[in-house]
């Protein structure tokens, strides 16, 4: 019976089950499914935001994935979890609330669906949990691929190379497929190195090395005679063709494969499906495919959005008037960048994101973007600082706790002066468990040398910017995930190093120790309440403001409010020191609970925990 090219129009994504039905269609209904995906996948992100670029560059690989292998037994993780956008679609999830509170997850979930089988939240680990699952396969005596499906910006980082290096050296077959979106990784050029590469992973070759190398090895002559062999063919091979840097680990390579050519991937797929040796596949992307904005951004500003009009591209919410606390303190940075040639910017690849773009413009020799490499950031920062410059480090918070060791063993031990900008504390909301900024202050707090604060508002932001360059070692900066008004008034307030600020003093017996921005909101509801409560500011969070806490040991009620972070920081610090001192009144600690907090909007996740303003005003009457 001829097929009906057109079937595939008929096809609703929000009605597909399972991705069975791939099987069925041609090519050219493969294509056309293909572009109803990034159609999909364009609505959903306009309307809720999410990772949008990396999503549309993979739709055709992922179908050729799904096409090749059975993920309900085979093992696929995404590297990053957010190109998962079409494999959820094809495993039978709709995108619709995708982010959003009870809806679905912007990453692979394993409680959504047995085709997640992994996830990553955080770049580079796809490839070490693959040789993790192939052993565990290997072990049991079963039967299933693995692949990792990585992107060449994570695996250039270090865990992942580590886990390359590991693969490379066992006999646990993992196959790497490597989302080259930005040409960045060396790979064979011209006809001798397809030919190679084909010959390589060719089965029939494969076979025939395999009991070559079987015979020759029963004897000790034999086995010197395949060293020679094995050395005559790859010092051939490297004269002919330059090898990749898989070559030199010794994995089987495939590619370039274009990205986009489903027919082609699935050739690509098969071949390593017959190696039985692990096997790296380039496949070429292009980042941002099928819509012109995203495809022509250079920026990174179309990686991840907040809902957007899919015809002019602009945001939805361009909340004028604001200015984000990223761009706050990247404007501070500058600001004082300007002043003093031995400041340094360092960032781990979020210069997007912390709106740094025009730093790195104007002082491109004194600003260096490191990629996905919060480790390397902390400790050649370090170094930077102990050569004789003060590196300011933007991060975000929840990718710092990547380089836990670093900053304790080489920037805090060693006293190294330096900055952190720890952008995106607190609460993040849509980009869920993966990526709370919630756990940095109490991980810094318990470690010695360390200085934590949070500002409240720009005035306290600048003042502890140039405190920060005071020689204090490592000097943490917080701030939210939030918005700040542009035209906010600025004072030029002094601010002793290790002091809070008085923002209200009550005549009654009820005080309340705040933190950050939100502390504003719930100052101008005592306000309003007309309650008679004192207000202090615990800008600095480690060490804390001994000296102010002995003079609260004259009220009844002790309100410690804290919606950035768990109790595990200033929140219990505070507690032990009251109680160490004898104080005999009420203390009533909210912060956010020490677990791993899922994805809604920041509003509902504070409600939850009855962290809002409002909800605290509760606590004062």
Not at 587 to 599: C, D, G, H, R
Request: aromatic residues 10%; contains cysteine; proline residues 3%.
């Amino acid at each position: 019976m001829k097929k009906d090219v057109n079937k595939v129009k008929s096809i609703k994504v929000s009605e597909i089950k399972n991705p069975q039905f791939l099987a069925t269609l041609n090519y050219k209904e493969l294509d056309e499914l293909a572009h109803q995906i990034r159609n999909e996948i364009l609505r959903v992100t306009s309307k809720y935001g999410g990772h949008l670029s990396s999503n549309l560059g993979v739709v055709e690989a992922t179908i050729a994935l799904h096409r090749v292998f059975d993920f309900s037994k085979d093992k696929i993780i995404f590297d990053v979890g957010h190109q998962c956008y079409t494999h959820k679609i094809l495993t039978g999830r709709s995108l619709e609330g995708l982010r959003t509170k009870d809806g679905i997850s912007g990453f692979q979930k394993m409680d959504e669906s047995p085709y997640d089988h992994f996830e990553c939240g955080h770049s580079s680990t796809s490839i070490s949990a693959a040789n993790g699952f192939a052993i565990a396969r290997d072990l049991a005596h079963d039967n299933y691929e693995v692949v990792a499906f990585i992107g060449d910006g994570s695996i250039a980082s270090g865990l992942a190379f580590e886990a390359l290096n590991n693969i490379a050296h066992s006999n646990h077959k993992v196959i790497v497929v490597l989302n080259d979106n930005e040409m960045s990784i060396s790979r064979p050029v011209g006809g001798l190195g397809r030919a190679f590469a084909n010959i390589s992973v060719n089965k029939g070759y494969n076979k025939m090395k395999k009991r070559y190398v079987s015979s020759v090895s029963k004897s000790k002559f034999g086995r010197f005679i395949y060293r020679i062999t094995r050395y005559l063919k790859n010092k051939i091979k490297t004269i002919l063709v330059p090898p990749t840097i898989f070559d030199t680990l010794g994995l089987a390579f495939i590619g370039p494969i274009d990205g986009h050519n489903i027919k082609d991937m699935e050739k690509a797929f098969k071949k390593a499906k017959n190696i039985n040796r692990s096997v790296v596949i380039d496949i070429c992307t292009i980042k941002g495919k099928g819509y012109s904005f995203a495809e022509s951004d250079r920026t990174g500003y179309w990686h991840g959005v907040s809902p957007f009009d899919i015809k002019t591209g602009k945001p939805l919410d361009a909340h004028e008037g604001y200015i984000s606390w990223s761009h706050l303190m990247s404007d501070i940075t500058l600001e004082e960048m300007d002043k003093n040639d031995k400041i340094v910017l360092v960032s781990p690849a979020t210069l997007k994101g912390s709106g740094l773009e025009d730093i790195f413009e104007k002082y491109p020799d004194r600003c260096f973007d490191v990629g996905i490499s919060e480790e390397h950031a902390a400790t050649m920062s370090s170094a930077l600082s102990l050569g004789g410059y003060h590196p300011v480090i933007s991060i975000y918070s929840t990718f710092m706790q990547r380089a836990y060791d670093e900053i304790s063993h080489d920037v805090a031990r060693l006293y190294a002066n330096a900055t952190f900008l720890v952008d995106r504390s607190g609460l993040v909301g849509a980009d869920g468990d993966t990526h709370q900024g919630i756990y940095d202050e109490a991980i810094f707090s318990a470690t010695p040398n360390c200085v934590i604060t949070m500002p409240n508002n720009k005035s306290v932001a600048k003042a502890l910017f140039k405190e920060s360059l005071n020689n204090h070692g490592p000097f943490f900066i917080r701030y939210p995930r939030d918005y700040i008004a542009k035209d906010e008034v600025e004072e030029d307030i002094s601010l002793g190093f290790g002091k809070w600020l008085i923002e209200k003093e009550g005549k009654g017996k009820v005080a309340l120790i705040g933190v950050g921005p939100l502390l504003n909101k719930v100052k101008e509801l005592v306000n309003q309440e007309k309650l008679d409560v004192s207000i202090y500011n615990a800008v600095y969070l480690c060490p804390i403001d001994k000296e102010c806490l002995d003079k609260m040991m004259k009220f009844n009620k002790i309100v410690i409010y804290n919606p950035y972070s768990t109790k595990g920081g200033m929140v219990n610090n505070v507690i032990s020191y009251l109680v160490s001192t004898g104080y005999k009144g009420e203390i009533i600690s909210l912060a956010i609970p020490n677990k791993f907090v899922k994805q809604a909007t920041i509003k509902q996740q504070l409600e939850e925990f009855n962290l809002l303003p409002e909800q605290i005003i509760s606590y004062l009457k």
